[in-house]
Every structure is written in C-alpha cells, then in structure tokens.
C-alpha cells in the first residue's frame, strides 16, 4: 500500500531557527484529549498513567504484566511517543482494580482511576503538545510569538 502523501507545511516559507528537540524526554509531553471522561460506573477500569521514555508496545505489555491480565485487554487510545513524557486514559478489565498499585515505578505511574462500562478505544479527540527546542536561536521565542 502506498504511503498517504505528506500534509502542506504552513510554514515552508519561513527561515527556520535551529534547535534540538527530544534531547531528554522532559523536552516533549503529549496530554491526551479524550473523547469522553469515564463515567464512574461499569466492567472497565480507566486508569489515568503518566510514562517517561517507555515504548508504546513495551507500555501495554507492561501494563498486562504487572496486572496480570493478557496485553490484549488493555485498551488505549491511540499510541504514544517513546522519547517523551505523555499522560493518557487505559482501560483494564474492572477485576484488575486491587494490583493497581503494582503498576507504579520509576517510568509508569498512575495519578487517577475510574470505572467506565466501555473499554477506551482508538479514538480521542487529540492531543496537547509541550515541546522545548534546547539550543534555538536566542531570537526563537521572539519569532514563535510573531508567527
């Protein structure tokens, strides 16, 4: 299948201004906007999880792993970046509820959970980008502001 084309830069007529980004992970920090909020109620548990600098893939199974439930029952939104600090809603099975504190550590913790009757799927609404550019030109922020 051929790759989709890529989308028209706003910008390709402006001069750049440097800069490395994705230097540490606290330099990138993606906020995912739901579609919904969980409701309170129901068979699914949503857990509101910060990771640093973990692979998607690596944070389902991690997930599974430390809850002891399959990686296929756990649901998230969409797939996040590995070199960055992101928050997203994943949803296990409600049963999972009492090894939740298992799943805290030095790269994955969890700052909020809920009930929900449906598991999150691939949908949301977006998300919310902080990004830190380490070594733009000193007049960066002045042309960021302007554009």
Do not use: N
Not at 21 to 50: C, M, N, Q, R, T
Not at 58 to 68: M, P, V
Not at 126 to 133: A, E, Q, T
């Amino acid at each position: 299948m051929p790759m989709p084309p890529a989308p028209p830069l706003l910008t390709a007529d402006l001069p750049g201004v440097g800069g490395r980004i994705k230097v540490e992970p606290d330099d990138f920090e993606v906020d995912e906007l739901p579609a919904y909020e969980p409701s309170g109620a129901g068979d699914h548990l949503y857990l509101w999880v910060e990771k640093r600098d973990v692979g998607p893939e690596f944070f389902a199974r991690t997930i599974a792993q430390r809850l002891g439930t399959h990686p296929g029952a756990v649901g998230t939104a969409g797939l996040k970046d590995r070199r960055a600090v992101t928050r997203q809603w994943v949803s296990v099975p409600a049963e999972c509820e009492p090894h939740v504190k298992r799943i805290d550590g030095p790269v994955i913790v969890v700052h909020r959970r809920m009930r929900r009757q449906r598991r999150v799927k691939r949908r949301g609404i977006g998300d919310r980008f902080f990004l830190r550019d380490r070594s733009a030109q000193k007049s960066a922020a002045r042309i960021f502001r302007r554009r």
